[in-house]
């Protein structure tokens, strides 16, 4: 008499296709997924305690450390946070310098996305090619800040430098030479046959579940929701730069495929180079910080901000309490909730499958984690 | 979408009894303070209005007496963004699950309970998140005490 049952494979947190840390219990029948459970926590560091015991200023290079793939981004939104918390006016200048910088920081972000989706998939050059632009961003972050992963770039009132002699010829030639690069991922990768069918209507999210999930980013935006918060909130300067958001078109299969996430990605950063040419040329001379205390001791107020990082919403919930450290700071971070929705996604999926729906999600787990 | 203020109204007569104070100073986005008996027909009010993404659940820990529980929505596509606060006694802090409005509540309650201690009636699956499964107490409560060792391992 034959027998089957139900197998609980342990997938991570050391599996090279999970992206750091992250542990997932699959329930499996045969190849098939039954159950997932994501395991998450490994990389807590417990930020927002730390975040109660220092000052508003030294809370800065923690957010580096939120999502390191975009910490100018994390600078950004912690930055903008307090700032609407204490009614500072940025110096135009700083304002178009963190939208250039957070811009290059979400291309660096989705090239690391392009190079280790394509790895996951089984295919290792891209990932050569992706990094092989990325250093060119990272060389623009060193020449304006000495630093190549975690910035600490941006200050409450502005940016802590102003950006050194050539840097902005420098950053042109880095748009210049790289918008053709997208052309030979196209040719490398997005349309190759193999690429296509094995993303194609795999793992796909739809609109409903990706909202009650609390998706956001690019992977809510391949699910064909238009939701980006620099076009529905815009801070700093990006109310007055034109740019698209690209959506899920079910190019391979259906909208909101595993294919659709890659290719949001993708234009996404068509569309960043686009920005900072206008940045480029828009960007007066000027200061580039406000005058802020050095301590600041904010009177009970609270907010919650948040931004468009490359991975989705990040959320800084802060509550001032007259003291020169917040009463209490949460983080929401993007890729907490997309994490949770794998719950939702990967039941019904063959185990190889899952490789690429976490890849396609591009989750990052200290964000997560915190 | 709605204004505050009818928005309010006519979830006052939607849920009867359930605003106890409606905030706009010195805050954003504004916040409606809620009865905690009510906060699930609250939300599955406000998500029927509009208010489609729950874009986090934060704990606020305030002693000696109160823990406050924040629910913060956003209406995509609407530019509109509220929260909806609850006060809970901090020795029993226990709550209604809103996982049945929205499923994102799920892993944010469970972050809630780690780190506050904050317990959600109706919660399917109430574990830690965060820490680990045998941490002793809840991290981010103000009058937490770290302890000195953790299997082997010396924290101070």
């Known amino acids: 008499m034959l027998e089957t049952q139900e197998l609980v494979i342990n997938m991570g947190p050391q599996h090279p296709s999970t992206h750091g840390v992250l542990r997932l219990l699959l329930h499996t029948d045969g190849e098939i997924i039954v159950e997932a459970q994501p395991h998450v926590g490994y990389l807590h560091r417990g930020i927002e305690k730390i975040a109660e015991k220092v000052n508003y200023h030294q809370f800065m290079p923690y957010t580096d450390r939120i999502d390191y793939l975009a910490s100018m981004n994390c600078n950004h939104a912690y930055a903008c946070a307090v700032e609407r918390l204490m009614g500072i006016e940025v110096p135009e200048r700083a304002q178009f310098i963190r939208v250039i910088m957070s811009e290059l920081n979400r291309i660096a972000s989705h090239l690391v996305f392009f190079g280790s989706f394509g790895m996951d998939v089984g295919a290792f050059t891209p990932f050569l090619y992706g990094l092989r632009e990325r250093e060119r961003t990272l060389d623009l972050f060193e020449a304006a800040c000495g630093q190549r992963l975690t910035y600490n770039y941006m200050k409450i009132g502005g940016v802590r430098w102003d950006l050194p002699p050539g840097w902005t010829d420098k950053c042109r030639e880095f748009c210049d030479y790289f918008e053709p690069k997208i052309q030979e991922y196209h040719d490398l990768l997005t349309y190759n046959y193999i690429f296509m069918k094995r993303l194609g209507n795999i793992g796909v999210l739809t609109p409903e579940d990706a909202l009650a999930y609390g998706v956001t980013g690019p992977n809510l935006r391949a699910s064909g929701v238009a939701y980006d918060i620099r076009k529905e909130e815009p801070y700093d300067v990006y109310d007055r730069l034109e740019f698209d958001i690209p959506v899920g078109t079910g190019e391979a299969g259906a909208v909101g495929d595993c294919f659709d996430r890659y290719m949001v990605r993708i234009k996404e950063m068509q569309q960043s180079v686009r920005i900072i040419r206008q940045c480029l040329d828009m960007m007066p001379e000027g200061d580039v910080q406000a005058r802020v205390p050095r301590v600041l001791k904010i009177p009970p107020k609270e907010i919650y901000f948040r931004a468009e990082n490359p991975r989705g919403e990040l959320g800084f919930y802060i509550v001032a309490n007259g003291k020169p450290s917040p009463e209490r700071l949460k983080i929401r971070g993007a890729s907490f909730s997309n994490i949770h929705v794998m719950e939702k996604i990967l039941p019904g999926l063959m185990v190889a499958d899952a490789v690429a729906v976490i890849a396609s999600l591009d989750v990052i787990l200290p964000e997560c984690d915190r | ?156």
């Open chain 2, 1 to 156: 979408m709605k204004d505050l203020n009818t928005l309010v109204q006519d979830l006052q007569a939607a849920v009867e009894g359930a605003i106890e104070e409606v905030v706009t100073e010195n805050t954003q986005p504004p916040y409606i303070i809620v009865k905690k008996e009510k906060i699930v027909p609250v939300l599955e009010y406000l998500k029927k209005e509009g208010f489609n993404h729950l874009s986090a659940v934060s704990a606020v820990d305030e002693p000696p007496e109160k823990i406050w529980v924040v629910y913060h929505l956003v209406a995509i596509g609407e530019k509109s963004t509220l929260a909806v606060k609850t006060v809970l006694p901090r020795d029993a802090a226990e709550v209604d699950s809103v996982g049945n409005v929205y499923p994102t509540a799920l892993w944010h309650e469970r972050e809630a309970y780690d780190l506050m201690g904050v317990k959600f009636k109706g919660h399917p699956d109430l574990r830690r998140i965060l820490m680990p499964d045998d941490w002793v107490g809840h991290p981010l409560r103000k009058d937490y005490e770290q302890i000195k060792e953790y299997h082997g391992i010396k924290t101070d």
